[in-house]
C-alpha cells in the first residue's frame, strides 16, 4: 500500500488497540463473569456497539488515508457500519424481548452487511492479481464450493433439522446467515487460493474474520436449534472478533500485483485437496448426502470443478508448450526462424522435394556493409536494420517460402522455384536486402542450392550455400575494390603524372611475391590493392617536394613520411579496402625497427607490408627519378639482398630474388 502519515498510522493502530482491550474485556466478563452481573449491560449493550463502531472507523480511515484500495475498503467499511447498526437496534429494542422476534430490523441490518463485503473483497482481490485466466476463476470457485460444502454439512443441515415450528420467514433468515458466511469464507479462501500461501496477510487475516463470523453463526443456529442460546455467553464474542480481524485486516501491508503463472505443484495439489474433501463429503454416508441436498451440492461441484480445472490445465500447458517451442524457434530480434526452425524445414523439404520430384531454392545471405553501418551509427540503429531487411526478405518469398536469421548479419530462405532457376530466385530475394544513406550501402553477398538436385540434407546445403555465398563476396569485393583503386590512382596520377605505372609495376611484383611464399588468395588480393594504393597519401604532399631534386629538408622529409597515415585513412573509408589500409599503413616499415610510422621490428609488421617494403624499393631503385639514376636490375637485386636482415625481411629479399630469376633471369651473387 501506499505509506500514510505516521500520525494516521498511529490513530489507527490506536484504534485497533482499543478494540482489541474491548474485546478481551467482553469475552473476560462473558467466559468467566468477571466484574459481576452487574456489569453485564454494559458489556452486552455499551461495548457490544462500541467494538463494531471502532471497526468501521478503522476500515474508513484506511479508505480515506491510502489511496490503493481504496473503493474497496470503503464498501467494507459500509458493510461494517451496517453491522454496528443492527447491534445497535438489537441492543435497544430486541434483546429484551421474549421470545426474540426472527426476523427483525437487526436482521435486516445485519445481511445487509454482505453484499457490500462482497463487492469490496472482489475489487481487492482485482487489484492484486492482472492477469485472469480461466484456470484462476476455477481455483478459486473449487476453495470456495469446498469450504462451503463443509459448513453446509455441519451447519446449514442443522437449521433445516429444526425448522419445525417455524415460520417461513424465520427458516429464510436463519438460513441466510451461513450462506452468507459460506460466501464470504469461500471468497477469501479462493483468494488465497489464487494468490497463493505467500498471499498477502490481509487475505489471511480476512478469512480468519470470516471464518470465526461462520464458526460463530453456526453456534448460534445450534443452539438456537436446541433451545440453549443465552445472550451474553462467550459464543457472542466470536461476531466481534470478527469485526476486530477485518479491521486489522485493512491495515496490513500489501505485495505488489502479482501475475500468476501456471507452474509449480501447489496448481496440482490444492484443487486435489479440495477435491478429496467433498469427495470424502459424498462417501462417507450416501443415505445421510441424500437427506442435506446443499452439502451434496457443494461438493459435487467442487469435483465438477477440480475436473475442469485439470482439463483447463491440461489446455494451458499445451499452449505453453507451443508458445514455448515457438519461441526456441523464433529469432528474437526479426520475428523469423531461427537456426533451429531452419535446419529442421531444410530437411523437411530436401525430402519433401526428393519424394514428390519437386523443386526448392535455399539461400544464405551475408550482408556487406554492415559491420561499419553498426559502428557508425550503434548498436539500435543496427539492429533496427536487421530488422528492417529480414522483414523485407519475408515479405519477398512470402508466396512460397519461409525466412530465417541464422544470427549477427546472416540470413537465409527456403522457398519454391523451377527446375534450374535457384540462382535467380535467391539473387531476387538478395536484391530486397539492400539500403542506402548518406555515407553507408549494405548489399547482401549470397549463395544458392537447388534441392534436391544439388545436396540432399541440412548440413550439406548449408556447406555448399556457404562456399557459394563466400565466392560471390569475394568476387563482389575484388569489383569493388578494384574500381575503387582505380578511381583512387587516377585521383594520384592527376596530382604527381606518372606514379601510376609505379604503383602498378609495385602491385605486379608484390603479387608475385605473394604466391612465391605461399600467401592465401585473400591475403594475395589485399597485397595487391595495397600495393597499387601504397603511394596514396602522397596526394597530400605537394609536388614540389615529391620532385625535389636534391635531398629533403628534417621539415620535408617529416612531412614525407605523413603519407602513410594519410593512405590508410583514405583507403579506409572503402569498407572493401579495410585490410589494405592497415597495409598501406606500414608500407615503410623496416625489419631493424627504423622504419615509419609505427616503428615496428621483424614480424610486427605484417608480411604483405613487407612484401611491399621490398617491391617498392627495387622499382623505386631501377627506375630514373629526380634524385637519382636508375640502377640495373642485378645491382638493384645485390642492394636488397646487402640490406637483408637490416631494411629488408631476408625471407622476402630470397623469394623476391627467386621470382626475378625464374621470370627474367636476373640475379645476384649472395
Known amino acids: 500500500m501506499s505509506r500514510p502519515r505516521v500520525s494516521d498510522r498511529n490513530a489507527a493502530y490506536a484504534l485497533i488497540g482499543l478494540a482489541v482491550v474491548m474485546l478481551a474485556g467482553y469475552a473476560a466478563h462473558a467466559q468467566f463473569n468477571i466484574g459481576g452481573d452487574a456489569w453485564h449491560p454494559f458489556f452486552q449493550k455499551w461495548v457490544n456497539d462500541a467494538i463494531p463502531l471502532t471497526c468501521t472507523a478503522i476500515c474508513l480511515l484506511r479508505a480515506r488515508v491510502v489511496r490503493a484500495d481504496r473503493t474497496a475498503w470503503v464498501l467494507m467499511g459500509l458493510g461494517m457500519a451496517l453491522w454496528a447498526a443492527g447491534n445497535i437496534w438489537y441492543s435497544l429494542y430486541v434483546i429484551d424481548l421474549d421470545p426474540l422476534p426472527v426476523p427483525s430490523i437487526a436482521d435486516g441490518l445485519w445481511l445487509a452487511m454482505y453484499p457490500f463485503m462482497y463487492v469490496g473483497i472482489a475489487l481487492l482481490l482485482r487489484s492484486r492479481i492482472h492477469t485472469w485466466r480461466t484456470s484462476m476463476w476455477l481455483d478459486s470457485m473449487i476453495a470456495a464450493t469446498a469450504v462451503a460444502a463443509v459448513s453446509a454439512d455441519t451447519v446449514v443441515s442443522v437449521v433445516l433439522s429444526s425448522r419445525s415450528g417455524s415460520s417461513t420467514a424465520e427458516l429464510l433468515t436463519n438460513l441466510a446467515y451461513p450462506i452468507g458466511d459460506l460466501v464470504l469464507m469461500g471468497m477469501a479462501v479462493g483468494a488465497i487460493a489464487l494468490e497463493g500461501w505467500r498471499a498477502d496477510r490481509s487475505w489471511f487475516m480476512l478469512a480468519a474474520g470470516f471464518a470465526a463470523f461462520t464458526v460463530t453463526d453456526g453456534l448460534f443456529l445450534v443452539r438456537v436449534a436446541d433451545s440453549t442460546y443465552q445472550v451474553g455467553t462467550i459464543i457472542d464474542a466470536g461476531w466481534l472478533l470478527a469485526a476486530v480481524m477485518v479491521s486489522i485486516a485493512a491495515w496490513q501491508p500489501e505485495s505488489r500485483a502479482q501475475q500468476q503463472v501456471v507452474d509449480g505443484w ?61 519461441e526456441a524457434e523464433t529469432d528474437a530480434l526479426t520475428g523469423l ?50 530488422t528492417r531487411l529480414g522483414g523485407r526478405l519475408a515479405a519477398a518469398v512470402d508466396a512460397g517460402g519461409s525466412a530465417y536469421r541464422m544470427g549477427g548479419d546472416e540470413f537465409c530462405v527456403i522457398t519454391s522455384c523451377a527446375r534450374g532457376e535457384a540462382q535467380s530466385t535467391i539473387a531476387r530475394a538478395a536484391a530486397a536486402m ?63 603524372p606518372g606514379w601510376d605505372a609505379h604503383m602498378s609495376a609495385v602491385a605486379d611484383l608484390a603479387v608475385a611475391v605473394a604466391h612465391e611464399m605461399g600467401l592465401s588468395q585473400d591475403d594475395v588480393v589485399d597485397v595487391r590493392r595495397a600495393a597499387e594504393l601504397h603511394d596514396i597519401g602522397k596526394i597530400a604532399v605537394p ?61 610486427e609488421t605484417p608480411a604483405g607490408a613487407r612484401i611491399i617494403v621490398v617491391c617498392d624499393s627495387y622499382d623505386a631503385m631501377t627506375t630514373d627519378r629526380s634524385y ?21 625481411d631476408p625471407q622476402v629479399v630470397e623469394a623476391f630474388c627467386r621470382v626475378q630469376l625464374r621470370h627474367n633471369g636476373i640475379a645476384a651473387a649472395a
Not at 526452425?341 to 526428393?354: H, K, N, P
Not at 602513410?564 to 589500409?581: D, H, K, N, S
Open 337 to 386: 526462424g531461427n537456426r533451429r526452425r531452419l535446419l529442421a524445414d531444410l530437411d523437411s523439404t530436401a525430402r519433401w522435394a526428393a519424394t514428390n520430384g519437386s523443386v526448392a531454392a535455399f539461400g544464405l545471405f551475408d550482408l556487406d556493409g554492415f559491420k561499419a553501418y553498426n559502428d557508425a551509427y550503434g548498436h539500435p540503429a543496427g539492429d533496427a536494420l536487421l
Open 434 to 496: 539492400t539500403e542506402s544513406g548518406h555515407g553507408f550501402s549494405i548489399r547482401a553477398s549470397f549463395g544458392a542450392v537447388e534441392l534436391p538436385a544439388e545436396t540432399i540434407g541440412a548440413t550439406d546445403a548449408l556447406r555448399t550455400a556457404d562456399q557459394r555465398m563466400y565466392q560471390h563476396k569475394q568476387t563482389r569485393r575484388a569489383a569493388t575494390g578494384k574500381e575503387i583503386s582505380q578511381t583512387l590512382l587516377a585521383a594520384l596520377t592527376e596530382h604527381s
Open 628 to 648: 637519382h639514376a636508375a640502377m640495373t636490375p642485378t645491382d638493384a637485386i645485390s642492394e636488397l639482398r646487402r640490406c637483408a636482415g637490416t631494411q629488408f
Open 266 to 326: 501447489r496448481f496440482v495439489i490444492m484443487p486435489t485437496l479440495f477435491g478429496l474433501v467433498a469427495l470424502g463429503l459424498l462417501v462417507r454416508d450416501s443415505t445421510e448426502i441424500v437427506a442435506r441436498p446443499w452439502t451434496a451440492a457443494m461438493a459435487s461441484a467442487t469435483l465438477l470443478g477440480v475436473f475442469a480445472r485439470f482439463a483447463v490445465t491440461f489446455r494451458e500447458y499445451m499452449h505453453m508448450l507451443r508458445h514455448s517451442t515457438t
Open 543 to 603: 609536388a614540389a617536394i615529391l620532385e625535389k631534386p636534391g635531398r629533403l629538408t628534417d621539415d620535408e622529409w617529416t612531412f614525407v613520411k605523413r603519407h602513410t597515415l594519410i593512405g590508410e585513412r583514405i583507403v579506409r573509408a572503402a569498407p572493401t579496402l579495410e585490410r589494405a589500409a592497415s597495409l598501406i599503413r606500414s608500407s615503410h616499415e623496416r625489419w631493424d625497427g627504423n622504419g615509419y610510422p609505427d616503428q615496428l621490428r621483424g614480424n
